[in-house]
Protein backbone atom coordinates (compact mmCIF):
# COMPACT_ATOMS: atom_id res chain seq x y z
CA UNK A 1 0.00 0.00 0.00
CA UNK A 2 2.69 2.55 1.18
CA UNK A 3 4.41 1.92 -1.65
CA UNK A 4 1.91 2.20 -4.49
CA UNK A 5 1.45 5.86 -2.61
CA UNK A 6 4.78 6.68 -3.26
CA UNK A 7 4.60 5.08 -7.20
CA UNK A 8 1.52 7.61 -7.51
CA UNK A 9 3.27 10.54 -6.06
CA UNK A 10 6.62 9.85 -8.31
CA UNK A 11 4.56 9.94 -11.32
CA UNK A 12 2.72 12.97 -10.54
CA UNK A 13 6.09 14.75 -10.26
CA UNK A 14 7.63 13.01 -13.02
CA UNK A 15 4.08 14.71 -14.91
CA UNK A 16 4.62 18.27 -13.88
CA UNK A 17 8.67 17.74 -14.69
CA UNK A 18 7.23 17.48 -18.09
CA UNK A 19 5.33 20.49 -18.30
CA UNK A 20 7.70 22.72 -17.67
CA UNK A 21 10.82 23.19 -20.39
CA UNK A 22 13.48 21.25 -18.16
CA UNK A 23 13.26 19.17 -14.97
CA UNK A 24 13.14 21.82 -11.86
CA UNK A 25 16.54 20.26 -10.38
CA UNK A 26 18.50 21.40 -13.24
CA UNK A 27 16.97 25.36 -13.15
CA UNK A 28 19.02 28.37 -11.98
CA UNK A 29 17.94 31.64 -11.59
CA UNK A 30 20.66 34.64 -11.80
CA UNK A 31 20.12 38.13 -10.82
CA UNK A 32 21.50 41.30 -11.89
CA UNK A 33 20.01 44.99 -10.85
CA UNK A 34 16.44 44.61 -11.99
CA UNK A 35 16.73 41.65 -13.89
CA UNK A 36 15.94 38.00 -13.21
CA UNK A 37 17.60 35.33 -15.52
CA UNK A 38 15.41 31.89 -15.09
CA UNK A 39 16.55 28.81 -16.31
CA UNK A 40 19.12 29.49 -18.88
CA UNK A 41 19.85 26.32 -21.06
CA UNK A 42 20.34 24.77 -24.40
CA UNK A 43 20.48 21.11 -25.94
CA UNK A 44 23.82 18.52 -26.09
CA UNK A 45 25.09 19.36 -29.19
CA UNK A 46 26.42 16.25 -31.72
CA UNK A 47 30.18 16.11 -32.94
CA UNK A 48 30.88 18.83 -35.27
CA UNK A 49 27.56 20.78 -34.73
CA UNK A 50 28.69 24.38 -35.36
CA UNK A 51 25.77 26.15 -33.55
CA UNK A 52 22.98 25.45 -31.16
CA UNK A 53 20.33 27.56 -29.12
CA UNK A 54 20.03 29.27 -25.55
CA UNK A 55 16.50 29.45 -23.83
CA UNK A 56 15.77 31.04 -20.83
CA UNK A 57 13.05 33.67 -19.11
CA UNK A 58 14.35 37.05 -18.36
CA UNK A 59 12.24 39.01 -15.85
CA UNK A 60 12.75 42.75 -15.15
CA UNK A 61 11.44 43.65 -11.91
CA UNK A 62 12.74 47.14 -12.19
CA UNK A 63 10.53 50.47 -13.43
CA UNK A 64 12.07 50.62 -16.87
CA UNK A 65 12.44 48.70 -19.91
CA UNK A 66 16.15 47.11 -20.16
CA UNK A 67 17.16 45.63 -23.73
CA UNK A 68 19.38 42.74 -24.58
CA UNK A 69 21.41 43.91 -27.16
CA UNK A 70 24.42 40.84 -27.50
CA UNK A 71 25.58 38.15 -25.88
CA UNK A 72 29.32 36.22 -25.88
CA UNK A 73 31.05 33.33 -24.71
CA UNK A 74 34.10 31.38 -25.13
CA UNK A 75 33.02 28.53 -26.56
CA UNK A 76 31.52 29.94 -29.55
CA UNK A 77 32.86 32.59 -32.35
CA UNK A 78 29.64 34.71 -32.39
CA UNK A 79 26.45 34.83 -30.61
CA UNK A 80 23.27 36.57 -31.78
CA UNK A 81 20.05 37.23 -30.57
CA UNK A 82 17.63 35.49 -33.22
CA UNK A 83 14.09 35.45 -33.44
CA UNK A 84 12.34 32.60 -35.59
CA UNK A 85 9.79 33.73 -37.75
CA UNK A 86 7.38 31.64 -40.36
CA UNK A 87 7.29 33.64 -43.72
CA UNK A 88 4.14 33.63 -46.00
CA UNK A 89 5.30 30.19 -47.18
CA UNK A 90 5.25 28.55 -44.09
CA UNK A 91 9.05 28.49 -44.03
CA UNK A 92 10.85 29.15 -40.64
CA UNK A 93 13.27 31.49 -40.72
CA UNK A 94 15.83 32.93 -38.37
CA UNK A 95 16.46 36.61 -37.71
CA UNK A 96 18.78 38.71 -35.63
CA UNK A 97 17.13 40.93 -33.34
CA UNK A 98 19.47 43.61 -32.75
CA UNK A 99 17.65 44.70 -29.34
CA UNK A 100 15.27 42.61 -27.50
CA UNK A 101 12.80 44.62 -25.26
CA UNK A 102 12.46 43.35 -21.69
CA UNK A 103 9.40 45.38 -20.58
CA UNK A 104 9.54 46.75 -17.21
CA UNK A 105 7.86 44.44 -14.77
CA UNK A 106 7.43 41.86 -17.11
CA UNK A 107 9.24 39.37 -18.77
CA UNK A 108 10.01 37.51 -22.25
CA UNK A 109 10.41 33.86 -23.07
CA UNK A 110 13.36 32.51 -24.96
CA UNK A 111 12.31 29.51 -26.40
CA UNK A 112 11.78 27.03 -29.28
CA UNK A 113 10.48 28.91 -32.46
CA UNK A 114 10.68 32.17 -31.50
CA UNK A 115 13.40 34.07 -29.50
CA UNK A 116 16.69 32.74 -28.40
CA UNK A 117 20.43 32.95 -28.23
CA UNK A 118 21.84 31.64 -31.36
CA UNK A 119 25.30 30.40 -30.88
CA UNK A 120 27.31 29.64 -33.75
CA UNK A 121 30.99 28.54 -34.78
CA UNK A 122 30.82 26.22 -31.98
CA UNK A 123 34.54 25.50 -30.74
CA UNK A 124 33.42 22.44 -28.95
CA UNK A 125 31.09 19.79 -28.58
CA UNK A 126 28.35 20.79 -25.86
CA UNK A 127 27.76 17.85 -23.37
CA UNK A 128 24.53 16.70 -21.09
CA UNK A 129 25.03 17.96 -18.10
CA UNK A 130 27.73 20.49 -18.00
CA UNK A 131 27.26 24.45 -17.73
CA UNK A 132 28.46 26.92 -19.92
CA UNK A 133 29.42 30.27 -19.01
CA UNK A 134 27.57 32.33 -21.34
CA UNK A 135 27.50 36.57 -20.89
CA UNK A 136 24.77 38.54 -21.42
CA UNK A 137 24.59 42.27 -22.49
CA UNK A 138 21.90 44.57 -21.65
CA UNK A 139 21.87 47.65 -22.39
CA UNK A 140 21.02 49.25 -18.83
CA UNK A 141 22.15 46.17 -16.60
CA UNK A 142 25.24 45.76 -18.58
CA UNK A 143 27.35 42.65 -18.73
CA UNK A 144 25.66 39.72 -16.76
CA UNK A 145 27.42 36.13 -17.03
CA UNK A 146 24.99 33.41 -16.78
CA UNK A 147 25.43 29.34 -16.81
CA UNK A 148 23.43 27.64 -19.22
CA UNK A 149 22.54 24.15 -18.09
CA UNK A 150 23.42 21.70 -21.11
CA UNK A 151 20.45 19.19 -21.19
CA UNK A 152 19.40 16.56 -23.35
CA UNK A 153 17.34 18.72 -25.43
CA UNK A 154 14.20 18.13 -27.72
CA UNK A 155 15.04 14.59 -28.38
CA UNK A 156 15.08 13.81 -24.67
CA UNK A 157 11.35 15.63 -24.80
CA UNK A 158 10.17 13.48 -27.40
CA UNK A 159 11.67 9.85 -25.96
CA UNK A 160 10.22 10.84 -22.52
CA UNK A 161 6.80 11.99 -24.12
CA UNK A 162 6.87 8.29 -25.49
CA UNK A 163 7.37 6.57 -22.85
CA UNK A 164 4.51 8.13 -20.85
CA UNK A 165 1.97 7.73 -24.79
CA UNK A 166 1.85 11.36 -24.18
CU1 LIG B 1 18.89 31.27 -34.57
Redesign the pocket.
Known amino acids: MKRSQTLVAALALATAAMTTAIPAAQAQTFKAGSLEIIAPHAAATRPGQMSD?GFMTIRNTGDAPDYLIGAKGAFADTLQV?R?VVDANGVAK?LPIPELKIPAHGEVKLEHGSY?V?MMGLKRQLTKGEAVPVTLIFKTAGEVTVDFTIDGGIMDKMKMQMKSGG
Open positions: GHTMHM
